[in-house]
């Protein structure tokens, strides 16, 4: 894709980074970025970005300001510059892409919103397993910030009945300590002990570590908001120290 400047005023990019490395970011990203006049984002994620972007001007907003930080694009924009939204991972995928459409209807302007993907923590993670997620899957997140408890449970059994793979994003914080012990119960009523799964911590960043476990391991492991975990189907394996879900080739 090339990008011209004459064109990109009052334009906004959604941009996903995903784990943060450059190495990680798709070419269109990164050429999104350097376009940019601008980069918005969540603190973490532009600390990031200034190895490579530093000269760039940037502007953030702690957590839980998600409303304000798009709304500062909007702003910036209005103004004739070209913005970069970022977002870790995937923006469409428990990302900024869909609160920023949304606000776009509280402007009356012809600010054009282009979303940029990125790779999401279930490729990344599942990529650093083996091949977890190689059939039906599903991502659930276990954060009732914005989800009621009793959505995510009734996802979760859904998923465990379907027979899904499984990724789950937001297993645990200092508020949530026992949501991947609780989740993992959901999914014992359906699943058995053994069931092949595995979690990757800090994915793409420094310290970045794996291990394979059972469901029942997996249960009592102690994890944070920067790992995620994989559930295999009922048809999972662990082929070499890797977690693989096969396509179904009957080998």
């Not at 990008?3 to 009052?10: E, I, T």
């Not at 091949?131 to 408890?149: K, R, V």
């Not at 053994?194 to 570590?209: A, F, Q, S």
């Amino acid at each position: 894709m090339f990008f011209r400047k004459d064109v990109m005023n009052k334009k906004i990019y959604i941009v996903g980074m995903g784990p943060g490395s450059e190495e990680a970011m798709t070419r269109e990203a990164l050429k999104a970025l350097e376009e940019s006049d601008i980069i918005i984002g969540y603190t973490v994620y532009l600390d990031l970005l200034k190895a490579g972007f530093g000269h760039k001007e940037m502007k953030s907003t702690p957590m839980k300001q998600e409303v304000e930080r798009c709304r500062m694009c909007f702003d910036e924009a209005e103004q004739g510059k070209t913005v970069s939204m970022v977002s870790s991972g995937d923006a469409g995928i428990y990302g900024m892409a869909s609160i920023m459409y949304e606000i776009s209807l509280e402007y009356d302007s012809d600010i054009e919103l282009q979303v940029i993907p990125g790779i999401t923590a279930a490729s990344s993670g599942a990529a650093i397993l083996g091949a977890p997620l190689n059939h039906d899957f599903c991502i659930i997140s276990l954060s009732d910030l914005l989800t009621p408890w009793e959505k995510i449970e009734k996802r979760l059994k859904s998923a465990a009945e379907g027979d899904f793979a499984i990724a789950i994003y937001n297993p645990s914080s200092k508020k949530r300590a026992d949501y991947l012990m609780k989740a993992c119960d959901i999914l014992l009523e359906t699943m058995e002990e053994d069931r092949p799964c595995g979690y990757v911590k800090n994915i793409g960043r420094e310290g970045t570590e794996y291990r394979i476990c059972t469901l029942a391991e997996l249960r009592d492991a102690q994890v944070d908001m920067f790992t995620t975990c994989f559930i295999g189907n009922s048809q999972t394996k662990i082929i070499d120290n890797k977690l693989v879900t096969p396509r179904g080739y009957g080998l």
